[in-house]
């Protein structure tokens, strides 16, 4: 896992800033080479630095690299699927109310981007989904991030929530699907007493449907929140909302099982 207060090392990722903002993740390695169009920067002067050190393009330009955060690894990585955005993982954490060893089934891990906040909350889990290459690409996402050691708590099966859920007694379940209404009886017989579902849906019909079946299956305490995020510019005396946000992207909803299915 990546760690700040010490020099850089082959493997780890990186990311470099230019003078005009912008970002680029890298992937550190001996003798490899990062290319723009601002010419080359050699790996071999950033490993070994300290995180926020600079290092020159073969044209001179200035890049400064530093290791990068959760946020920003979930916005550059590589993806096969839609990522869950930064401004929704932070509260499906507290809203999941993720804890250290909370054991937890996560079904359709697109990118990895919400297996990768669950783990490093410290989270035990178990990853459904159904297809090879995504779950390829969440394994690889999450180790390239956490490192090699994180897979003691990460499980990955490529197979069908829908048709069930083999686990008992977890504390949570967490589903980013289509149709998550089909699991929810699956996820009422898995979950223990007081246990938490909570889903990542687009639209209000959807939701709608989900809250239903929530309400059928011996879930109670529902909520559905959406998130805004809208940054601001600030330069001086010149305060104003900036002209863009991250409006709509899902709803968060989330409910607890007081009553076992029947």
Known sequence: MSVGGRPFEPGERVLLFDNKGRRYLVSLEKGGEFHS?????AHDAILGQEDGATARS????RYIAVRPTLAEVVLKMPRGAQVI?????GPIL??????????????????????????????????????????????????SFLGEGVLSRYHVQVRDVYEGIDEK???????????????????????RPGGIILSYLPSVPQVMTLREALDDAGFAMAETVEIMQRSWHIDGQAVRPDHRMVGHTGFLTSARLLALAQ
């Not at 955005?85 to 993982?89: N, V």
């Not at 379940?173 to 998550?180: A, G, I, K, R, T």
Request: charged share 20%; no cysteine; proline share 5%.
């Open 37 to 41: 169009h601002t010419g080359t920067v």
């Open 58 to 61: 073969s044209r001179g330009s």
């Open 85 to 89: 955005y930064p401004k929704d993982l």
């Open 94 to 143: 507290v809203m999941a109310d993720i804890f250290p060893h909370a054991r937890v089934l996560e079904a359709g891990l697109g990118s990895g981007a919400l297996s990768m906040t669950l783990l490093r909350a410290g989270a035990d889990v178990t990853g459904y989904e159904m297809r090879d290459d995504f779950a390829a690409r969440a394994v690889a996402n999450v180790t």
């Open 169 to 191: 007694g977890l504390d949570r379940v967490l589903l980013d699907l289509p149709e998550p209404w089909r699991a929810v009886k699956h996820a009422a017989g898995a979950l």
